[in-house]
C-alpha cells in the first residue's frame, strides 16, 4: 500500500533555529497538507498546497512557517526561528482528490529546547 | 464553520464486548466524515469515511459507522473488541465549500481489558 513518508522521526533543536521537516507524498497525489499535534491538544490544521501554491492555511501558519514542493517528490515546512511552543508532532498528508480521504504520514515529532 | 465533538476522552471496553465511540459534528454544508486510528508511537490511519453515499459506512477492522444528519452524529461501532483495537480514535469532518480542511475531534482514547 502506497505510503507518506516523513522524515526524520525525531528531531530536537534549540530555540530560535531553524528546522525543515521532509515528507515524500504519495506520488500520483496532487494535494498536500501539514498538521499539527500539540502534545495533549488536538491535530490542528496548518496549511493546504495544490498546484505549487498554498490553497488555504490556519492562523497558526504565520511568518515564520513556509512550505515548498522544491522537486517532483518531496514536500517541506519550514520553520524560520523556532518556538518553545512549536514541540509537537508535524503530520504531513497527501490526497489525490479533494474529500477523499488523507494518507497521513507517520509524523515527525519535534521538540525545541 | 465545522467542528467535531467527540464525547468521550476514554472507553474501556472488555475484550469480545462491543464498542462504541461517540461522535457529532456541527458543519454549514454537506460533509465529509471520516475515522482515523492512531497506534502509539504510528501515523493516522483511515478507518472508515463517509462521502454522501450510503449512511452506514464499513471500515477496516471491523469497524463501521453511521452517519444520522437528523442527530449530527457519525458514531463508531465495533460489535466486538480486539487486544489491537487499543488506540487513540479521531473523529474528523471536512467540508467541501471549506476546501479541503479537516477538523479533529478531541479523540477517544480506546482501552481494551482482557
Known amino acids: 500500500e502506497p505510503e507518506v513518508t516523513q522524515t526524520p522521526s525525531h528531531q530536537v533543536t534549540q530555540m530560535g533555529q531553524e528546522v525543515i521537516l521532509r515528507c515524500v507524498p504519495i506520488s500520483n497525489h496532487l494535494y498536500f497538507y501539514w498538521y499539527r499535534q500539540i502534545l495533549g491538544q488536538k491535530v490542528e490544521f496548518l496549511v493546504s498546497f495544490y498546484n505549487n501554491e498554498i490553497s488555504e492555511k490556519s492562523e497558526i501558519f504565520d511568518d515564520q512557517f513556509s512550505v515548498e514542493r522544491p522537486d517532483g517528490s518531496n514536500f517541506t515546512l519550514k520553520i524560520r526561528s523556532t518556538k518553545l511552543e512549536d514541540s509537537a508532532m508535524y503530520f504531513c498528508a497527501s490526497s489525490e482528490v479533494i474529500g477523499r480521504g488523507y494518507t497521513f504520514g507517520s509524523g515527525t515529532r519535534l521538540t525545541v529546547v | 464553520a465545522q467542528s467535531v465533538t467527540q464525547l468521550d476522552s476514554h472507553v474501556s471496553v472488555s475484550e469480545g464486548t462491543p464498542v462504541l465511540l461517540r461522535c457529532n459534528y456541527s458543519?454549514?454544508?454537506?460533509?465529509?466524515l471520516f475515522w482515523y486510528v492512531q497506534h502509539p508511537n504510528k501515523g493516522l490511519q483511515l478507518l472508515l469515511k463517509y462521502t454522501s453515499a450510503a449512511t452506514l459506512v464499513k471500515g477496516i477492522n471491523g469497524f463501521e459507522a453511521e452517519f444520522k444528519k437528523s442527530e449530527t452524529s457519525f458514531h463508531l461501532t465495533k460489535p466486538s473488541a480486539h487486544m489491537s483495537d487499543a488506540a487513540e480514535y479521531f473523529c474528523v469532518v471536512s467540508e467541501g465549500n471549506a476546501g479541503n480542511m479537516l477538523t479533529f475531534g478531541g479523540g477517544t482514547r480506546l482501552m481494551v481489558k482482557p
Open positions: 458543519s454549514s454544508y454537506s460533509p465529509s
